[in-house]
């Protein structure tokens, strides 16, 4: 399953979205986003997911990370992009319970969703 997500940076922190109850991996943090539908870039998916989700706009840079994890018996293939947000900055959303600005040396910190856990690493390291 193609997905991307947003490490969407504000002031030197990076907004973690905390999955709410009864959805897949409930209580787990991630990054922002969904999946790709068929004939969709990866940018256009993303940007559609955050202003589903989060319902602000956001400009979308550099592709960060991707990795392949297996979760039960599905393949999620991950991309993490640089993102920004270019009006309002998010404080709800339809898919999560909580949102925190974290400083990106505290990210390790929460409990991440475990496709998003190599990002975090690559994100820690520098
Ligand atoms: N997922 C994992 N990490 C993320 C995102 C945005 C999504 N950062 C996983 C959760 C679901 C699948 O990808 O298993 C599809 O995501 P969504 O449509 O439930 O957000
Ligand atoms: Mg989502």
Redesign the pocket.
């Known amino acids: 399953?193609r997905?991307?997500?947003?490490v969407i940076t504000q002031n030197g922190r990076i907004l973690a979205?905390r999955?709410a109850p009864g959805?897949?991996?409930a209580g787990?943090w991630?990054?922002?986003?969904?999946?790709v539908d068929p004939d969709e870039s990866p940018e256009a998916a993303l940007a559609r997911?955050i202003q589903e989700?989060l319902g602000v706009e956001v400009e979308i840079g550099a592709l960060l990370h991707r990795a392949s994890?297996l979760?039960g018996n599905?393949v999620?293939d991950?991309s993490?992009f640089q993102a920004w947000p270019t009006g309002e900055l998010p404080h709800r959303s339809t898919?999560h319970d909580e949102l925190r600005w974290v400083p990106v040396n505290e990210l390790r910190a929460l409990d991440w969703?475990?496709?998003?856990i190599p990002?975090v690493e690559a994100l820690s390291a520098g």
């Open positions: 399953m997905v991307v997500a947003a979205c999955r959805r897949a991996a787990k991630e990054f922002p986003g969904g999946k997911e989700e994890t979760v599905t999620i991950l993490c898919d969703a475990e496709p998003d990002a």
